[in-house]
């Protein structure tokens, strides 16, 4: 579902830092931390700011449902990143919580929203681990360089 509604988009802001607050509050000492540390806060300016809004439910009734649905949103960011364009993957810690707002039937589940435009953000994106240190082979404990 593209939401682009303007009134829409700032009812479901509302909601959804409503939600994040409580959240941020609640979580233990140590992912506190990692939240400041990467700058995560409650507040979600890009359901406002992004010009649009890609909204991406699973169809319960489906076998492997969310699996599939997730698999299905990793080609869409491939899809958004080759023209250019930039998003995160947000899901509301409650999304079942929106299902009025969207009037979503019961059998499917909010899996994430995608702000979708230009980045405005100017940090640089994490780099990335190297294939070489997340590899193993034959047991866990064997990286893959180890035995190369």
Request: with cysteine; aromatic share 10%; proline share 6%.
């Amino acid at each position: 579902m593209i939401i682009d509604d303007p009134h829409l988009r700032k009812e479901l802001r509302e909601k959804c830092e409503e939600q994040e607050k409580i959240f941020h509050e609640n979580v233990n000492a140590e992912l506190k931390e990692w939240f400041r540390s990467k700058e995560i806060m409650w507040h979600k300016p890009h359901l406002t700011s992004a010009p649009s809004l890609l909204t991406i439910f699973s169809d319960q009734d489906m076998v492997y449902a969310t699996e599939s649905t997730w698999l299905a949103i990793g080609y869409i960011l491939i899809a958004i990143e080759e023209k250019s364009l930039s998003t995160v993957t947000y899901t509301p810690p409650h999304p079942e919580g929106l299902r009025e707002l969207f009037g979503t039937p019961e059998k499917f589940r909010l899996e994430t929203i995608l702000p979708i435009g230009y980045s405005a953000d100017p940090k640089q994106k994490e780099e990335r681990q190297s294939t070489e240190k997340l590899i193993y082979r034959n047991c866990w404990a064997e990286n893959i360089n180890e035995n190369v």
